[in-house]
């Protein structure tokens, strides 16, 4: 994206409409503000911007209890079995004392937080503003919106003690990705469950990874492959779950 003949870093995102002001003095010791320069065009005002996000999304974490994360796609339609699994978990979760949190979007996420709404839950939503906007979905009870994706990726695994992957896309998938690295690398706990729900969807995946990057060129150890726990029903994810402890930010 360009800029100012420039090309914009890509992890900053569209540039806000926000403004800051630049007090000058002139010479007859009058400070009139001087406008027109957009917040994100100057780097150390976004990086303030940053530490913001983070501090009121840490804020707002630190009063959830036994949080279960639900990954998935925002696309998938209510009629679809896995939409009705992921509502189910949601449900189960809320029966049990757990909290559902999400991206707070359509699809899979809105299938868990429906669920949760409707066991008597809490169902909380960490969105994300888009060019094209994200919908929020109408389960939410508590939520908090954020700019940056890394932001809200660090939100979303921070105070979980499990995370809940559904089918989903490119989204879905680096979320995935970066959790499983994480505790690959030991910089995230392997006390925190990875489960896949929908052995029809995740397997491929699953023998592409084993044949060709494990096997073929062991890019990944064998061992690596116990992170990852796949599953097929809404039951079964709950035994992991239920088998987990309650994480401290």
Not at 141 to 148: A, G, L, M, W
Request: with cysteine; hydrophobic share 35%.
């Amino acid at each position: 994206m360009k800029k100012g003949g420039t090309v914009q870093p890509s992890w900053t995102g569209p540039t806000p409409e926000y403004r800051i002001q630049k007090w000058l003095s002139n010479a007859d010791s009058k400070h009139p503000p001087m406008s027109g320069e957009k917040f994100t065009d100057n780097i150390n005002w976004r990086i303030f911007r940053i530490i913001a996000e983070f501090v009121e999304g840490f804020e707002f974490l630190s009063g959830l209890t036994k949080v279960v994360s639900v990954f998935g796609s925002t696309r998938a339609s209510s009629d679809h079995p896995y939409y009705k699994t992921a509502r189910h978990i949601g449900f189960l979760c809320a029966k049990e004392g757990y909290t559902m949190v999400t991206g707070g979007g359509p699809g899979m996420m809105e299938a868990a937080n429906q669920g949760a709404y409707e066991g008597g839950g809490e169902s909380i939503g960490l969105d994300i503003s888009l060019p094209h906007g994200q919908r929020k979905n109408g389960y939410v009870k508590q939520s908090i919106s954020f700019h940056y994706f890394f932001t809200r990726k660090t939100m979303l695994s921070a105070a979980a003690q499990a995370y809940v992957f559904m089918p989903g896309g490119f989204g879905t998938l680096d979320e995935l990705f970066e959790i499983v690295t994480l505790i690959q690398t030991k910089k995230m706990s392997d006390q925190v469950p990875v489960i896949l729900v929908g052995r029809a969807y995740w397997y491929p995946m699953l023998q592409w990874l084993e044949r060709m990057v494990q096997g073929e060129y062991g890019y990944i150890d064998r061992a690596d492959f116990s992170i990852l726990q796949v599953v097929d029903t809404a039951e079964e994810a709950m035994k992991i779950i239920k088998k987990t402890r309650k994480r401290i930010l």
